[in-house]
């Protein structure tokens, strides 16, 4: 009897130990299942000084410390930019609206202790003061947001979701963004993941709309700031047809909704996954020669949402926001696009063949009377791009490098012509999907 009593005590100890792991395992998982969610706010409440107020409202953290790190440059421009340096006033509080300890690790990482409760608040300036595709600005008259210099992420968690709130002031009327939209919000966004957030900037102020258009159904928008004065029917009917020959090569539209984002004269322009931010005044288009340029401009960023975006070098995905992400490929992603650029636009029918080969021509005189073909490659130029600049080296070295803006097309037509030789014409650099099979080389993301 004392022996049965013994295994009886034995089942109901190994009962209430299992139940007990049970509960302690699903307990721990349910915790780590939470995802800690990161609230955004931007504010201008003094346009005229160039200064955003953020604020990060994070709830659910379940760790004793965090580290919040600014990138270090911003996709679709291959440059350390130091967006850090821009940050002022950077402060944290607990829910109760006590200070926490803030600690700056290096030039771009803040760690904030004590936040074990959960949730959490840190409030930094960014002060603005150059007005560039790549910088963030703000003035009495417009705001642009470069997601990636105003918005820290939280390391290791790069791929939470995260949403976006922007308070214009009252004399503002409307802003752009690819950024996704929260329901029934005018000045909310939301995105996946970071990635997206700092794919997706943000032009702020009172903006003119054009009538949009579509293309197998999807819709094309073109906002801007001081667009200027030009015929803007024949613009947009023009930039249609843009699109149309540009979609003509890959054969898909890959998105919901593509926006052409103009930012103001002067100031570059860089492609993203699903709309562009340019720079663009409308004066340019009131000669031919202006509307050739401005069109072969938007053809370029508008195809980069295929060919770097899309199929991209390995090595840009996915990003590391904390060091240069080098790549032999960028002649790729960027020359071939400039040869594109020109191809589009012959074929939508907006320039002719004098047109296209004295562009052609340009990229060669510029390539043959550069020494520094006889230095540097074309993988060399994409690999080295973070310390030579995107158009080589400049100033007592500028004879040391070449740029592949104007080698890459020159490469374009030549491989453009040998496949066409080679095939009888049956088959061209431009066939469907060919970038992508590259071995080694890219790969493609939707």
């Known amino acids: 009897m004392k022996y049965r009593r013994t295994i009886r005590e034995l089942f109901r100890f190994r ?36 200064i955003f107020k953020v604020t990060l409202n994070c709830s659910g953290w379940g760790e004793d410390s965090i580290n919040l790190k600014m990138p270090k440059w911003m996709p679709g421009y291959y440059q350390l930019m130091n967006y850090a340096a821009e940050v002022e006033h950077f402060s944290a509080k607990d829910k109760m609206d006590k200070p926490i300890a803030v600690k700056a690790l290096n030039g771009n990482t803040w760690q ?49 979701p995260v949403s976006v709130k922007i308070n214009m002031p009252a004399q503002w009327k ?9 329901t029934r919000k005018t000045n909310e966004f939301k995105a996946p993941d970071f990635d997206i957030l700092y794919d997706c900037p943000i032009l702020i102020g009172n903006l003119e ?18 667009m200027g004065e030009f015929n803007r029917v024949q613009f947009m009917d023009n930039l249609k047809k843009v699109v149309e020959s540009a979609v003509a090569v890959i054969g898909d539209i890959p998105y919901k909704e593509y926006t052409f984002i103009g930012i103001g004269a002067g100031r570059g322009g860089i492609e993203h996954l699903n709309n562009s931010t340019v720079s663009f005044d409308g004066k340019n288009l009131n000669t031919a020669a202006g509307m050739n340029t401005t069109m072969v401009f938007l053809a370029h960023e508008y195809f980069h949402h295929y060919n770097v975006k899309r199929i991209r070098p390995l ?20 020359g071939l696009s400039v040869y594109y650029e020109y191809m589009i636009v012959k074929r939508a029918g907006l320039s002719n063949e004098q047109t296209l080969f004295k ?51 020159v490469v374009g037509l030549i491989l453009d012509l040998a496949i066409r030789h080679s095939s009888e014409n049956k088959k061209s650099l431009n066939q469907r999907n060919r970038l992508q099979h590259v071995p080694g080389l890219c790969r493609t993301k939707t």
């Open 315 to 334: 090595e840009l995905g996915p990003f590391d926001y904390d060091k240069a992400n080098r790549t032999n490929g960028l002649w790729v992603s960027e």
């Open 174 to 182: 409307n802003m752009a963004t690819g950024l996704e939209p929260v």
């Open 209 to 226: 709309e054009l009538p949009s258009f579509t293309v197998n159904g999807i819709q094309h928008r073109f906002i801007g700031y001081k």
């Open 359 to 409: 562009n052609f021509e340009k990229n060669i005189n510029a390539v043959e009377n550069n020494p520094g073909r006889l230095v540097q490659s074309l993988t060399q130029a994409s690999y080295e791009t973070w310390s030579d600049g995107p158009f080589g080296r400049q100033g007592k070295d500028a004879a040391k490098s070449i740029s592949y803006y104007d080698k890459g097309p």
């Open 112 to 160: 904030i202790s004590n936040t074990t409760n959960g949730s959490f608040v840190v409030s930094y300036d960014v002060k603005t003061s150059r007005q560039f595709v790549a910088n963030s600005f703000l003035d009495s008259s417009h705001g642009y947001i470069i997601p990636a210099g105003m918005f820290l992420y939280a390391d290791g968690y790069i791929k939470n």
């Open 15 to 50: 009962f209430f130990f299992s139940l007990c792991a049970f509960c302690l395992f699903h307990t721990g998982a349910s915790a780590q299942s939470v995802k800690p969610v990161f609230q955004y706010t931007v504010s201008m409440p003094d346009p005229a000084n160039h």
